[in-house]
């Protein structure tokens, strides 16, 4: 079955630094489109980035363009988050979408979802 695992949430200070994790167990990401998304108590899930299977297409949402950087290193079968300049805002669970198709945004189009690690930013 199909599901992602997320990792490296946690607690930090505003204006600190975090990187998220996201593995397929069992699958290989060279062919899955992943996307992160967040949820914030009594809010909405909201698109943060995406990147394609090959990797080549990323896309962000624009409140996170210039802090946040998606990546993929195939050869670990992990896709990363990298989050700087952390805000209070950006307090949430984080979720690993993946699936087979285009890079969006989205919440609607993933159809494989991972269970989620929290970020809290805060002094």
């Known amino acids: 079955q199909l599901q992602p695992v997320e990792s490296g949430g946690g607690l930090v200070q505003p204006g600190g630094s975090l990187r998220l994790s996201c593995t397929v167990p069992?699958?290989?990401?060279?062919?899955?489109?992943i996307g992160w998304f967040r949820q914030a108590p009594g809010k909405e899930r909201e698109g943060v980035s995406c990147?394609?299977?090959?990797?080549?297409?990323?896309h962000y949402a624009d409140s996170m363009k210039g802090r946040f950087t998606i990546s993929k290193d195939n050869a670990k079968n992990t896709v990363y988050l990298q989050m700087n300049s952390l805000k209070p805002e950006d307090t949430a669970v984080y979720y690993c979408?993946?699936?087979?198709?285009?890079?969006?945004?989205?919440?609607?189009?993933?159809?494989?979802w991972g269970q989620g690690t929290q970020v809290t930013v805060s002094s």
């Open positions: 979408g993946a699936e087979y198709g285009p890079c969006p945004v989205v919440s609607d189009a993933y159809n494989y």
């Open positions: 069992g699958f290989t990401l060279q062919y899955l489109t």
């Open positions: 990147i394609s299977s090959g990797g080549g297409t990323t």
